[in-house]
């Protein structure tokens, strides 16, 4: 039998921080030393242009190569799997907290009002929590793709964009309206600090069948190239 996800079509993993992914881990960390502490509004505008890249990437992968989740089950099921992103081991996110620290300068400083030990969580926990939200743009988009193709529309990859921010994102889908990204930047870096508790549950997708209920109300004529 298939896999639910086929092997990603996107950038490689960037354990060491590197790419789009690690780059908008920088902007949010360095967002966060300006301000002398972490909030999740601070770093949701910090990662509001990343998010943007982030998705116009997870879309274009998808029509070039979608994941094997046509059906609604298939994709609530692909959300709800693990993700394919593979975890930061202790050295590995050392090593990209030091990284990351070298290039926004010393972040000592947001112990004043953040704890260090949040601080230290918190670089591991945005690159997984970003990793998954590319992940979930990639699926839906995936989804839309497949589901327009079926019924006879080439998918125009801007309005599948749009739509697949909007379903992620909780927003009313208008694949004709930019979407704001900042809401989702705002949740992703929300489940970045909750993953930082403890005994926090790990990164994951919340309601994978609700979302993928989501992407299967869009019409697929909806995606069309106009």
């Given amino acids: ?55 116009r990437k997870a879309v274009s992968d998808a029509l070039a190569q979608p994941h094997p989740v046509a059906t609604t089950s298939r994709l609530a099921a692909a959300l709800g799997e693990r993700s394919r992103s593979p975890l930061l081991s202790g050295s590995t996110a050392v090593a990209l907290a030091t990284k990351v620290a070298r290039q926004v300068g010393p972040l000592r400083f947001l112990a004043r009002r953040t704890p260090m030990w949040v601080v230290a969580a918190a670089v591991p926990a945005l690159h997984a929590s970003i990793s998954r939200g590319v992940e979930e743009l990639g699926l839906v988009a995936s989804h839309l793709v497949h589901r327009s193709r079926a019924a006879g529309v080439e998918p125009d990859l801007e309005r599948v964009r749009r739509a697949a921010v909007q379903v992620v994102s909780g927003a009313p889908v208008d694949p004709g309206a930019e979407p704001r990204h900042r809401p989702l930047a705002r949740a992703w870096a929300q489940r970045a600090f909750r993953a930082t508790l403890p005994l926090a549950p790990a990164v994951a997708t919340r309601h994978p069948e609700r979302l993928a209920a989501a992407a299967a109300a869009v019409p697929p004529h909806a995606l069309a190239r106009r």
């Fill in 1 to 55: 039998m298939t896999s639910t996800l086929s092997p990603p079509a996107a950038t490689p993993p960037d354990p060491d921080g590197d790419g789009l992914v690690g780059a908008a881990v920088r902007l949010a960390v360095a967002a966060a030393r300006r301000a002398g502490s972490f909030s999740a509004a601070g770093v949701a505008e910090a990662l509001e242009a990343p998010v943007r890249a982030l998705s």
